[in-house]
């Protein structure tokens, strides 16, 4: 029987109707097991994952290897994104064993949770060096019947292995100077100067180590950081990875040149990039920068808001093509045949010069990834304005400029419309608390920047939901929520870090103390269960489900670590406090970046983002006067590293930093304040705009 029916996952729904007697993570199915004597095949995946389709396709609705793997295994279906911490723990077995790890994740293990065989996909017939999965199917079945005694010694070996590993955390203080510059250092080594982002193929983009690089030039004015996030969003911005009709990024490129992506759409790579093209143009008003910040804004809104308020998880890499095959990309490649069938050929002609499409194509079959290669016209200083609809209710960029860049808006308009009429990708409905606290810190920033109150409202709606839903009485989050209910699962520490942060971000933006207050009753859970000896963090809290390993891991995946995502939100709640327990805790959290950021800054690049701002106080701001006003968005455009802002009236209760801050001569006043030293208030924006490292 299957047992995935009824399940909030719609990972584990697009599962409900396989052949294969599929369990959720649960102690009944390894007591299932542990009565049946049979291993418990563990298969580990997400929803808009391509090749976890291809094996659920070949393997899982294949009648006869359903029922080989009824009758000897317990087989169990686990949504990543719903347990993090099942997938961290035996990805990390996986990658110890073979040297590498991804998705479809497939692990066999004892009725005791014990791994003892790996993979990650398997075909249905053996190629490219790889086992069919029926081939090891068997095998696993022949050694659990044949060889018991071995299987049981692997699996305790490999428990012991992992319960073993130690982390160093620092432990002697957070980075400093030193630390910093030898990460900007690792960084410059690893650049690609003539592609821009790090590493070779695929390219992933480094969200998270271009808010250090933009928070370190901030701070210290090396113009070499700033040149390597410009240089590396602008590459990302005219590539494929971008969708250049509709706004948004894809999760990764396949090649180095950000050309091919793999064309599934997360909503943490754009919650990350959005706030990231924000803050490039808070620093150096590049009109890209702005172009790309508001469209991905406006693509979130319009692709990924549920009706409950929330943001659901993604948009599938794969969808039908013309010819009602399911492939991957077919929503977003063209043809000229299809540019002709659209725009007629005068347009097409100046669309596939503009757009890079090719008559052999850059993606498959003669189609092409839609780009923006050199020679366009369009930069950073081509006189680009506006974002997907402007006001956040409709398609289609605006642009001012030249007269290829008018002719161009047209074109997109027109092509945007006629993709419309394609079978759509699926989209996982989904909400992720952290993933959701990611987007609320972005829209919050990107509205409050460009005087885009509607975006603001989206992320109120978000915060509001996560409060009714996922947060009970005692402020313990829920994982996730589907069509208003929540799920079954405990929040994990990027829960309360990254939702932290977005409410802390509403807070500033807003001016209503009520987000402060919710972020203090996170923070406050994350001292009294995350937090560990010498102040490490856990990524699960003490009283979760034990596992054969409590997860612990301080480097950034996709999205930002929940080590250091609590870390910069405890920070900034400490700043806005005065907590001294709080900011203890982020100095004390911090020890793991000032260990490994100098010799791996490419995955602690938030840890490295929080350590910025540390070293810069960080700077609190308190303005006293309306929410709204010129001298408050002269305060959230400030530079400075991890600045906090309170903005109200004088007296108010809602936030500390307010507390004895009066108006001046009867007009709003701002107070800027570090290291327990004070400036002169001032009324002047642009004399606060220079105590906050300046402002576009």
């Known amino acids: 029987m299957n047992r995935l029916a009824g399940v909030t996952s719609p990972y584990l729904l697009q599962h409900a109707d396989n052949p294969v007697d599929w369990w959720p993570w649960s102690p009944e199915a390894f007591e299932e097991a542990r009565r049946r004597d049979v291993p418990v095949l563990l298969s580990v995946g997400y929803s808009s994952c391509h090749w976890c389709h291809v094996m659920a ?12 793997m009824n009758e000897h295994f317990v087989s169990v279906k ?6 993090p911490d099942v997938d961290a723990v035996y990805m990390e077995a996986v990658q110890a064993a073979t040297g590498q790890g991804g998705w479809p994740m497939t692990v066999f293990l004892t009725a005791d949770a014990e791994p003892f065989y790996f993979g990650t996909y398997f075909p249905p017939e053996s190629r490219h060096g790889m086992p069919a999965f029926r081939q090891v199917l068997e095998g696993v079945t022949a050694a659990w019947t044949g060889r018991r005694d071995e299987v049981g010694e692997v699996a305790g070996r490999i428990v012991r292995d992992l319960s073993e590993r130690s982390l160093a955390h620092g432990g002697d203080g957070p980075p400093g100077e030193a630390e910093l510059a030898q990460a900007l250092l690792g960084l410059t080594r690893d650049y690609d100067e003539k592609r821009g982002g790090f590493g070779g193929a695929p390219k992933f983009p480094p969200s998270m180590a271009l808010e250090f690089l933009l928070r370190h030039h901030a701070r210290t004015g090396a113009d070499g950081a700033l040149q390597m996030a410009s240089d590396t969003c602008e590459a990302m911005a005219r590539g494929g990875i971008y969708d250049q009709l509709g706004g948004g990024f894809a999760r990764y490129s396949v090649d180095r040149d950000w050309v091919v992506p793999h064309f599934e759409k997360m909503l943490y790579d754009n919650a990350l990039l959005c706030r990231v093209y924000a803050h490039l143009w808070r620093s150096t008003g590049s009109e890209l ?15 990924l808001r549920t009706p409950e308020g929330g943001f659901a998880s993604a948009l599938d890499a794969d969808s039908e093509d013309a010819a009602g095959r399911h492939v991957e990309g077919a ?25 890079g499409v090719t008559e052999e194509g850059t993606f498959e079959e003669g189609s092409s990834v839609l780009q923006l290669p050199g020679g366009t016209g369009e930069s950073g200083e081509s006189g680009e304005s506006g974002g997907v609809g402007g006001s956040g209710e409709s398609g289609g960029p605006r642009q001012s400029g030249g007269p290829d860049a008018l002719r161009a808006a047209g074109v997109r308009e027109r092509l945007l419309a006629a993709r419309e009429a394609r079978p759509r990708p699926g989209r996982d409905d989904k909400i992720v608390a952290a993933w959701n606290g990611l987007a609320i810190a972005a829209l919050a920033e990107t509205g409050a920047y460009f005087d885009r109150p509607d975006l603001v409202e989206r992320a109120t709606e978000a915060a509001d939901l996560l409060v009714r839903v996922h947060m009970g009485p005692v402020a313990r989050l829920v994982r996730t929520s589907k069509d ?10 990027e829960d309360y870090g990254d939702v932290a942060e977005g409410f802390l971000a509403l807070a500033a933006v807003t001016g209503e103390g009520a987000w402060l207050e919710f972020a203090g009753f996170l923070l406050d859970i994350v001292l009294q269960h995350f937090r560990g000896e010498g102040g490490q963090l856990y990524d699960t809290a003490d009283d979760a489900e034990q596992l054969i390993r409590r997860p612990q891991d301080p480097t950034d995946s996709a999205t930002p670590a929940g080590w250091t995502a609590a870390a910069g939100a405890l920070l900034s709640y400490a700043a806005h406090t005065g907590s001294e327990p709080h900011r203890t805790a982020a100095e004390e959290a911090l020890g ?28 609190e701001v308190a303005v006293a006067g309306p929410a709204g006003g010129e001298l408050h968005r002269t305060a959230l455009l400030g530079r400075a590293p991890g600045a906090v802002v309170a903005a109200g009236e004088p007296g108010g209760a809602e936030f500390p930093l307010l507390a004895d801050r009066p108006l001046v001569d009867g007009a709003p006043t701002a107070y800027v304040c570090r290291h327990f030293v004070c400036e002169a208030p001032t009324t002047d924006p642009e004399a606060l705009a220079r105590a906050l490292g300046g402002a576009v």
């Open 592 to 619: 793991v970046v000032k260990a490994l950021g100098p010799r791996a800054p490419r995955f602690i690049g938030w840890g490295l983002a929080v350590a910025e701002a540390l070293l810069d106080g960080p700077r």
């Open 57 to 68: 396709h070949e393997s899982f609705e294949d009648e006869a290897t359903a029922a080989y």
């Open 289 to 303: 920068a702005r172009r790309v910040a508001l469209e991905t804004a406006d693509f979130m809104v319009r692709e």
């Open 484 to 493: 208003g209910r929540a799920g079954e699962h405990a929040g994990v520490l």
């Open 78 to 83: 686990v949504d990543r994104e719903e347990r």
């Open 331 to 355: 929503y977003y490649v063209w043809t000229p045949a299809q540019l002709r069938e659209v725009l007629g050929e005068e347009d097409a002609a100046f669309a596939a010069a503009y757009f």
